[in-house]
């Protein structure tokens, strides 16, 4: 065979390798570009991604004077958006006092602060807040705004719950225990405090964040009209994507 012959008998050949080349790299490239437009698409549906850290402790507390006082509970919360593209809100929060027991919705945010003069301190409360003033302790209740988090941020909110009858989203049976602040001492002082908090987000679903703490002392808690009890027991729960 001449050297002509065998020219025109390896130009199909490589004809062929550069087609079978350029197949392949299209491939590749619409693969990469699907793969991309996937990611995308998930990042999109995913939307934000909260991170919230159970409290390492709660505050129970006296609200109110004499007979129209009610228990209160408090709990702060460190909660993190981990998407940096993606906002997200608050939109509910409540609090369940034992386990099975009646659940209490979010009222506002509030501030602790320990001071000797906490009376004082009360008499200066800003015309937005509300004072309340306790033994060697100061809880402001702040103003009652949405709770939001932009893409990549993080706060720190302590969320106040009263636990009174009127505040109840449970059985009217249930509710009844905490009609009173001395009603509400004798039913927390039966065991050892269970709590669990549900927080609910516009774009992530809901939380479940427990608290499993020692038995209040109530007969200081009547005394002093707070107490701090630390969570030995901490759990949360539930997200909206999970894969």
Known sequence: MTE??????????????????????SLSAFVMSLAMTAISAYSGLRGSDIV???PKQ????????????????????????ASADYGDVMLEASARIGQGGPSFAFSAPVKATFTSRSREAAEGCA?????????GLLVVEQPDTMIDF?????????????????????????????????????SIGKAPLQLEFSLKFNSDGDRKISCGADKPD?????????LSLACKQREVKGRRWSF
């Open 150 to 186: 932009s893409g990549g941020a993080s706060r720190t909110v302590m969320l106040a719950f009263p636990a009174a009858g009127w505040n109840c989203t449970s059985a009217k049976a249930q509710c009844a225990d905490f009609e009173s602040f001395e009603k509400a001492l004798t």
């Open 4 to 25: 002509d012959v065998k020219q025109d008998a390896q130009a199909p050949a490589a004809g062929v390798s550069k087609w079978r080349s350029k197949i392949t790299i």
């Open 218 to 226: 109530v007969g200081y808690l009547a005394q002093a009209g707070w």
């Open 52 to 54: 919230v850290v159970p």
């Open 58 to 81: 709660v505050l129970v507390f006296r609200d109110g004077e004499g007979a129209n006082s009610i228990l209160a509970v408090a709990a702060r919360f460190d909660i993190i958006n």
């Open 127 to 135: 015309i937005d807040s509300r004072c309340i003033p306790l033994a």
